[in-house]
């Protein structure tokens, strides 16, 4: 690896973001969950919608979050149901036990949270904010917003 490459924020923004991943998909694996699904169950957790509201909420493609959502059903965190006349629009909620897994996930996300920012004061974690917000405002003009949600959520899939 070329000095060059060592010493970009690129790098150090994906190591730092393949070690976050890895911790959080230790603590997911807690709760039986894969990266990924824990953003479809916090999207939901407020109120029921539809599987397109949430592929678009998600930033995902419909087959995407299809594939997320089945795999969730099949261990009884969420419901689908038609929604109308025809039942080609699906409601997904929550059950009881979406809903406490749900809950559950703040936890863990603070915990991580904690870790990742453990060496930085107050001003440090505003700045730190601020910046990558900026840096993914530049990408998500360049056409990569959707990417790298679309990828924890199909590579959860594929992991279960």
């Keep these: 690896m070329t000095k060059a490459i060592e010493k970009s924020v690129g790098r150090a923004l994906l190591v730092t973001a393949?070690?976050?991943?890895?911790?959080?998909?230790?603590?997911?694996?807690?709760?039986?969950?894969?990266?990924?699904?824990?953003?479809?169950?916090?999207?939901?957790?407020?109120?029921?919608?539809?599987?397109?509201?949430l592929a678009a909420l998600l930033r995902v493609k419909p087959p995407t979050v299809s594939k997320t959502i089945g795999r969730l059903s099949l261990q009884g965190l969420v419901t689908r149901e038609g929604g109308n006349r025809d039942g080609r629009l699906v409601q997904v909620a929550l059950?009881?036990?979406g809903q406490k897994t749900a809950a559950e996930?703040?936890?863990?996300?603070?915990?991580?949270?904690?870790e990742l920012l453990d060496k930085l004061d107050g001003r440090e974690r505003k700045q730190l904010r601020k910046l990558?917000?900026?840096?993914?405002?530049?990408?998500?003009?360049?056409?990569?917003?959707?990417?790298?949600?679309?990828?924890?959520?199909?590579?959860?899939?594929?992991?279960?």
């Design 132 to 160: 990558l917000r900026k840096a993914a405002k530049g990408l998500s003009k360049a056409g990569a917003e959707q990417d790298d949600v679309e990828a924890d959520l199909d590579e959860a899939d594929s992991d279960a």
């Design 95 to 97: 059950t009881e036990a």
């Design 18 to 53: 393949r070690l976050h991943r890895s911790r959080m998909g230790e603590r997911l694996n807690g709760l039986g969950l894969f990266p990924g699904q824990e953003q479809a169950l916090k999207a939901l957790q407020p109120a029921p919608m539809t599987m397109g509201e």
């Design 105 to 114: 996930l703040d936890a863990v996300w603070n915990d991580v949270e904690d």
